[in-house]
């Protein structure tokens, strides 16, 4: 038989870790056509951009990368070969017409609900121009390939997508669509075959993804405290994390599993946004500055070395002096290990985007800057903190430097060891000898 002819496939990817695993579900998915992931765009057979909606000036960065992918397709055809170009994601999402409109070189635009139908989409575009935007009936996920990932010892196993929340800044209701959890034996069994091919850290990804609800092994409704406990039973699996939450979904049974799981990891990223409560309240999170401390406190007295991470937002609609303040006043009094921080910008067909009292410019670069000279401030000092300590660390990648590996603590600090190449995907516990903003260092630990 003749070898099957082999296409090369670049995807570039921004965004979310939700990108990030859906990226790797498309190459999946393409691989029964001939497609083989390549690093660079050059004489590529098929490129697929895999955009984002949520940072500012979204669409503009989506062409003016078109723009230079582009170049590659010309060069290709000019040696007489054939490029498909795609563009993927919430970008595709919501502009998917303005794309074709606007950039005629592009074969297909796929919203992030129609992965599973790649194939038949690659088929239809050698003949003609494909938008699919839909948001089909069947779900992606019991059409797409198992998770097919090689011997990452980290891995992202996404159990939830779309939310209902409807935050009045987001664009994600609108391109992911509605909540969907995946039953619970489906993420089961996908675990137990990451584990297989090397993983020993599984981060569960869902836009809202506390929000679980999926249906149980006994067809009753299962929630993420629940599956979490289900998955610390898989041989192998070693970590357990999950991003990103909703404090409204903050339940008691996933509290108690921060007390009662070991495997579940010390670390909790819980965006908060605002500490005003005028602002959450414009906002439409449903929760309160003071609701967020309860839940906080809680969290703590269940896991008493737990580590907090948070997204913010400056410059809502309508945000006063006190208002800033009263974020300010939320940093410290929970203080955090990590945070996310952005200016607000306006996402068009979100109702913030209409809101009266739009923020200028120049007080929102004012307010970040200040709220994030106090975040880094704090995530110093709790990198700091960790310096003569000994920690749990599980080498996922060679280091940097040569004889060195790179690591994670349970507070998913990037840590530098030197070490035997050998303990890659082992956890081993280290002493930690420097730290600086982003990254420890330290010593296997002799006992
Ligand atoms: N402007 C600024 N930041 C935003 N985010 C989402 N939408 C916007 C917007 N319109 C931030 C939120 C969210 C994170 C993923 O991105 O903080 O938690
Ligand atoms: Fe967006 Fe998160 Fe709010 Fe959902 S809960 S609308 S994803 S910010």
């Not at 819980?270 to 005003?276: D, E, H, R, T």
Request: aromatic share 8%; hydrophobic share 35%.
């Amino acid at each position: 038989m003749p070898e099957k002819a082999q296409k090369k496939l670049y995807i570039k990817t921004w965004g979310c870790q939700m990108n990030v695993y859906d990226s790797r579900r498309m190459a999946d998915v393409l691989a029964p056509l001939g497609y083989r992931p390549v690093d660079t765009p050059d004489d590529a057979d098929m490129i697929i951009l895999n955009t984002c909606h949520i940072r500012e000036k979204a669409t503009d960065k989506v062409f003016s990368e078109l723009g230079r992918l582009k170049e590659h397709r010309d060069q290709k055809k000019a040696r007489g070969g054939k490029m498909l170009m795609a563009v993927a994601g919430c970008v595709a999402q919501a502009e998917g017409k303005f794309i074709m409109e606007r950039a005629p070189y592009v074969d297909m635009v796929f919203g992030p609900q129609t992965y599973h139908e790649l194939p038949q989409m690659v088929m239809k575009a050698t003949g003609e121009r494909v938008v699919n935007t839909d948001f089909p009936a069947e779900s992606k996920f019991d059409a797409l390939p198992q998770e097919n990932d090689n011997q990452g010892v980290t891995a992202f196993l996404s159990v939830q997508e779309g939310c209902d929340k409807f935050c009045t800044f987001c664009v994600v209701p609108y391109t992911r669509g509605a909540e969907f959890s995946r039953p619970v034996s489906q993420i089961a069994d996908e675990a137990k075959k990451l584990v297989e091919s090397g993983a020993r850290e599984i981060t569960l990804l869902g836009q809202n993804v506390n929000a679980y609800h999926g249906t149980g092994k006994d067809g009753k409704s299962c929630n993420l405290g629940q599956l979490i406990a289900i998955l610390a039973e898989t041989d192998g699996l070693e970590r357990i994390r999950y991003t990103t939450s909703h404090p409204r979904d903050m339940d008691q049974d996933l509290i108690d599993a921060h007390r009662d799981i070991a495997k579940l990891m010390p670390f909790l990223h819980l965006p908060i946004q605002s500490g005003s409560d005028a602002i959450l309240k414009a906002m439409n999170r449903k929760h309160s500055a003071d609701d967020y401390r309860e839940i906080i406190a809680k969290i703590k007295k269940a896991r008493p070395d737990i580590a907090m991470s948070s997204d913010f937002i400056v410059g809502f609609p309508g945000e006063t002096d006190e208002d800033f303040e009263a974020t300010m006043q939320i940093v410290r009094d929970v203080t955090y290990a990590f945070a996310y921080s952005f200016k607000y910008s306006p996402r068009p067909g979100t109702p913030a985007a209409n809101m009266p009292m739009q923020i200028h410019e120049k007080v929102k670069t004012e307010r970040i800057q200040r709220l994030q000279d106090l975040l880094n401030e704090q995530q110093l000092a709790f990198n700091r903190d960790m310096i003569g300590k000994r920690f749990d660390v599980l080498f996922d990648r060679k280091g940097a430097k040569d004889g060195q590996l790179h690591g994670r603590t349970p507070y998913n600090q990037a840590i530098h060891v030197k070490a035997n190449p050998r303990l890659r995907g082992h956890t081993v516990p280290v002493d930690v000898t420097e730290a600086n903003a982003n990254s420890l260092t330290g010593n296997v630990a002799i006992f």
